[in-house]
């Protein structure tokens, strides 16, 4: 507002000094007195035309927000007129859109009715041709059963007869070869008693040799202590002798030495086997037992 009133008032004192300027030089010329016009024209149309545009400049805001406010409130409106038009408008569509799928309905159902209607024929036709086909089927199935009925009992009887046949042959196998498994069983029987029995006689004689065991070592004691006593003897004697008669008879009571204890050795021995003789006339028997009962 300042902006126009300093302009209005910058126009106003150029015109009235343009006026005066005038005046005073009407006289002198017409054409400079023209010319100056045009120019005070020209510079109050520009001024003018400033001024207006500032007026516009400083009421733009005002006018936008003013058109906004506007805009907004038509497009409120609008925005209500038509949600109330589509209010009022709801229930005749509800009732519309009712009426349409009721009508498409009914035009579906009546349609399917007249489908089935016009295929009733055919089917009825399709399954009388099917039942006569399944009743031709059995009665087929019924002929050649029939027809094949004898050939089944010819086969079955010559099956049963083969079985009764393979059955007798396996019987009669059977009784030939009774008699060889009986000898081959009595054969088996005979040599497991004969094993029982050596094997009882062995037991028998070792159980005797282990009774026999402690006079055997007793006898060969005897024997030994014998045998240091006639040593121990010997020596006594040999010391008494001369020594004369030690030299001299040096080699000759060594040969003497070595007779005898050879002789006690096979005393010993000898004793030995009299304490083991019991022993080994109870094996014989067994032996024997054993032998004879192997060859049976």
Not at 93 to 108: G, N, T
Not at 140 to 156: L, T, Y
Request: hydrophobic share 45%; charged share 30%; aromatic share 0%.
């Amino acid at each position: 507002m300042k902006k126009l009133a300093l302009l209005a008032l910058t126009a106003a004192f150029s015109l009235a000094s343009a006026n005066g300027f005038a005046a005073e030089k009407a006289a002198a010329s017409a054409p400079a007195i023209h010319k100056a016009k045009k120019v005070e024209k020209k510079k109050v149309a520009s001024a003018a035309q400033k001024a207006q545009a500032a007026k516009a400049e400083a009421s733009a805001p005002k006018a936008k927000k003013a058109h906004k406010h506007h805009a907004k409130k038509d497009a409120s409106a609008a925005q209500k007129a038509q949600a109330a038009k589509a209010d009022a408008s709801a229930p005749k569509a509800k009732k519309a859109h009712k009426h349409a799928a009721k009508k498409h309905e009914a035009s579906a159902q009546k349609a399917q009715a007249a489908k089935a209607d016009a295929s009733a024929p055919k089917a009825k036709k399709a399954k009388k041709h099917a039942v006569k086909k399944e009743a031709s089927a059995q009665k087929a199935q019924a002929a050649k059963a029939d027809a094949s009925a004898p050939k089944a009992k010819k086969a079955k009887k010559h099956a049963a007869k083969k079985e009764a046949s393979a059955q007798k042959a396996q019987a009669a196998k059977a009784d030939a070869s009774a008699p060889v498994a009986k000898k081959s069983h009595k054969h088996h029987s005979k040599k497991h008693a004969a094993k029982k029995e050596a094997s009882a006689a062995q037991k028998a004689q070792a159980a005797k040799a282990d009774a026999s065991a402690p006079k055997a070592k007793k006898a060969h004691k005897h024997a030994a202590k014998k045998e240091a006593s006639a040593q121990k003897a010997q020596a006594a004697k040999a010391d008494a002798s001369a020594p004369v008669a030690k030299k001299s008879h040096k080699h000759h009571s060594k040969k003497h030495a070595a007779k005898k204890e050879a002789s006690a050795a096979q005393k010993a021995q000898a004793a030995k086997a009299d304490a083991s003789a019991p022993a080994k006339k109870a094996h014989k028997p067994a032996a024997k037992k054993a032998a004879a009962s192997a060859a049976k």
